[in-house]
């Protein structure tokens, strides 16, 4: 059985307990807050909920530490830090500081003589990992990368901040032309705002301004005003009776030629449609949690990511399995 | 630059040509052949035809052989013999003989301290890697392949092989409501008949008896039985008109569940549409030529297939360019 510790109960947390519970060579051994433990009530029955504080005391029960913190503060302190002890997985997603994150987390984890997965979950994760592979094989082509339909967590909290808004949710939705376009071959030059467009459902506080609040969010620069954003006002009761979910997926294509005059074109597309974006990603840092342990065992160390480690890892299945019945 | 060789100069070693053409880091090197090789005219100029029993006179020239023979009989001898003295990799496709290619070849290429890629193409191969991701990350749920619209060639070669028939071509077609079901998650049970359809341009020979042609092969054991088939008869100039093509592709499906309870449905889709088979799997042969060649001079040997061969490996890029640019 592979031990996994949790570090950080959010939603992604709770996500990771789940997917230990949905893997069968997999068991939790405790999890690991900021808050007060006594606080914190977790699904699994028998297991502790520790202060983060005492989690050197617990290394030598956990295989691997899952660090469900957030990309902006909590995982470049974390994941350098933790390294040291731990083997550890993380799902780092600010695309722009992965190679500083990877060199601070690879130096530590190599000092520690651990595997450490950094930006593991679907996006970075098995969006990159379809990016290289279709790059790899149709080298003369075009990438293209939608998302949704989804909740955006960072647009609807920017709602959120409006004033006279008292709650409200964003979908970010696929253009249906654009996606045909590409799916037909057809190489579109496509600007932000025919890629994707932004629905916005928002509970207005008695009394406010509908009007100003509308104008407000899709003229908002960054989030809103470089695509069409439709804005519905609802009641609170319809936002959590209708938008209580957190779903979201996307379409990963690469489009390319190949030929001795390039005559002939492809397409490979892959998509993901999720009803809980935490537990898909969960679940794919579960089965990089897995790979962790297996190539720490082989005495393996240092940094790695979706594109460094073999699919042959990822699985509780032996190579003969996989080659008889999966290949 | 990676120096190629090619043995077995029919479609699949006109597209590794391409492919190399295609690669600015790849360049051919020697074309083997069990024909004449005066007989043999390929594209890339100053590049020679060699009769496959010099082989070994040129090992030093070569830094990868792509054996481009057939699964039936040419790969099951050649491949392990090739293993002894080159870097190897081959589409080896029939899946119940797997496990005894892959040990034969083990062993050899073991011996020969070379790296042996096998079973490299679209399926096996692309697809066999995304039902292995899918069904690591979502351990508990239901897989669907689905091949084509696609040219099968053993189908066509089939029909050629019933009485009055002049020539032939048949498409493996899936069925549009069985491919709705699954990407909505209804996770259906599908027979073989519901799954895919076969469409048939068939060419009679003058005064053949087409009723009789059209029930024999609607009635054939193992082709056609099973499924729902349409056959046309056209002329010999509409077959070369309409269906001279090579076309292929197809969708991997693996629908999951995730949550406490497994309350939260996921849907992963992967998809290809291939104006040529072959010059996709030449290209994907290609990408894992590169993936053979690295691996060897990192000192591995053996046998490997798709689940072995880190992502990284297949791409030119260095791991600070794929983590900057595709993760």
């Avoid at 390294?83 to 550890?88: D, G, L, S, Y």
């Avoid at 990438?143 to 909740?151: L, N, P, S």
């Avoid at 949690?289 to 082989?298: F, G």
């Avoid at 480690?309 to 290949?327: C, F, K, N, V």
Wanted: glycine share 8%.
């Amino acid at each position: 059985m592979i031990r996994v510790g949790i570090l950080g109960y959010g939603n992604l947390g709770r996500g990771i307990e789940c997917a230990v519970k949905n893997n069968s060579d997999m068991e939790l051994k405790a999890v690991f807050t900021r808050r007060n433990p006594a606080d914190v009530k977790i699904l699994t029955e028998g297991v502790g909920v520790y202060h983060v504080d005492d989690i050197l005391a617990h290394k030598d029960e956990i295989d691997v530490l899952i660090l469900c913190g957030g990309s902006a503060t909590d995982l470049p302190m974390q994941t350098p830090e933790y390294a040291k002890h731990f083997t550890v997985v993380d799902s780092f997603d600010t695309h722009a500081r992965i190679p500083e994150h990877f060199a601070n987390v690879d130096k530590n984890a190599k000092e520690g003589g651990n595997i450490a997965v950094i930006s593991c979950g679907w996006d970075p994760g098995m969006f990159s990992l379809n990016r290289l592979y279709a790059n790899a094989v149709l080298p003369q082509g075009n990438d293209y990368t939608f998302w949704g339909k989804g909740v955006s967590q960072g647009h609807s909290d920017a709602i959120r901040r409006v004033e006279g808004v008292k709650n409200g949710k964003q979908y970010t939705i696929p253009v249906e032309e654009a996606l045909t376009a590409v799916r037909n071959g057809e190489n579109p030059e496509l600007t932000t705002r025919q890629k994707h467009l932004r629905e916005c459902f928002v509970v207005a506080e008695e009394g406010a301004d509908k009007v100003r609040i509308e104008q407000e969010i899709k003229n908002m620069p960054n989030y809103f005003a470089d695509y069409d954003t439709i804005v519905h006002f609802i009641t609170e009761e319809e936002l959590q009776r209708d938008h209580a979910g957190i779903p979201h997926g996307g379409f990963v294509f690469r489009t390319g030629k190949t030929g001795w005059n390039q005559e002939n074109s492809h397409v490979i597309e892959y998509s993901l449609k999720l009803d809980s974006n935490p537990e898909f990603t969960a679940s794919v840092i579960a089965a990089y949690a897995r790979a962790a342990v297996k190539m720490k065992e082989e005495g393996m160390s240092g940094c790695k990511t979706v594109f460094d480690i073999a699919p042959a890892y990822l699985t509780s299945l032996t190579g003969d399995e996989i080659r008889a019945h999966l290949l």
